[in-house]
């Protein structure tokens, strides 16, 4: 059974890059045909769905904020990372880390979830 975890800094200043790290195990990054995806949910808000990563290292984005993310991987790892630039505090959420066979997700009863991490943009 796959398990996902996310890790990062829990805090992060106005203006700096917001880095996050989801590490696999129980199944590799590289099966065929899974979606490795980002989602965040605000406080008080819904899930948004930042973007994902596929089994090939093709990469996806939420048109709201593809201009400041950026997704990445470590296959020898079975690592995939999210970087979100230029942060605010609007961008404080709990940040989670999935997978699916969708490349878009939305719900936590779709794919595996990590546990997600409370990331607060203060300073």
């Known amino acids: 059974q796959v398990q996902l975890q996310e890790s990062g800094p829990g805090l992060v200043k106005p203006s700096q890059t917001l880095s996050l790290t989801c590490t696999v195990s129980?199944?590799?990054?590289?099966?065929?045909?899974?979606?490795w995806s980002w989602i965040r949910q605000p406080p008080g808000k819904g899930l948004e769905w930042m973007g994902a990563?596929?089994?090939?290292?093709?990469?996806y984005y939420s048109p709201s904020l593809k201009s400041r993310t950026s997704i990445s991987r470590d296959t020898s790892k079975n690592q995939f990372t999210l970087q979100l630039n230029s942060v605010t505090p609007e961008d404080t959420a709990v940040y989670y880390c999935?997978?699916?066979?969708?490349?878009?997700?939305?719900?936590?009863?779709?794919?595996?979830w990590g546990q997600g991490t409370q990331v607060t943009v203060s300073s």
């Open positions: 129980g199944g590799s990054i590289t099966n065929y045909y899974y979606y």
């Open positions: 990563i596929s089994y090939t290292g093709s990469t």
């Open positions: 999935a997978r699916d066979r969708e490349v878009v997700v939305t719900a936590k009863d779709q794919g595996s």
